[in-house]
């Protein structure tokens, strides 16, 4: 079954930090884009790291500093560590990779994020 399981969000204060999961499963093939989002109401859903598979990084301007975004092949997993959270930070966040051999996108079900102030 092709999917994306993410984990690790939840409630935190202002200050803390938190260390989201995406676990890819290992049907989807040559991926060559990593990354997440956010969404919060009334609002767009909005990219907030992405990772291709030459290397390249980028970070939304809110985030620059404190998000870092990783990916483990053998473990087919994407990580996103969030330090120095803000209640702006709150939001459900999704992970998406797409796959050029299936020419699409996969996106998870989405995880909870809340930061207390």
């Known amino acids: 079954q092709e999917q994306l399981v993410e984990s690790g969000g939840g409630l935190v204060q202002a200050g803390g930090s938190l260390r989201l999961s995406c676990v890819v499963s290992?049907?989807?093939?040559?991926?060559?884009?990593r990354g997440w989002y956010r969404q919060t109401p009334g609002k767009e859903r909005e990219t907030v790291a992405a990772?291709?598979?030459?290397?390249?990084?980028n970070y939304a301007d809110s985030v620059k500093g404190r998000f870092t975004i990783s990916n483990d092949n053998a473990k087919n997993t994407i990580y996103l560590q969030m330090n120095s959270l803000k209640p702006e930070d709150t939001g459900i966040y999704y992970c998406?990779?797409?796959?050029?051999?299936?020419?699409?996108?996969?996106w998870g079900q989405g995880t909870q994020v809340t930061v207390s102030s």
């Open positions: 998406r990779v797409y796959s050029s051999t299936r020419g699409r996108d996969y």
């Open positions: 290992g049907s989807i093939s040559s991926i060559v884009h």
């Open positions: 990772l291709t598979s030459v290397g390249t990084i």
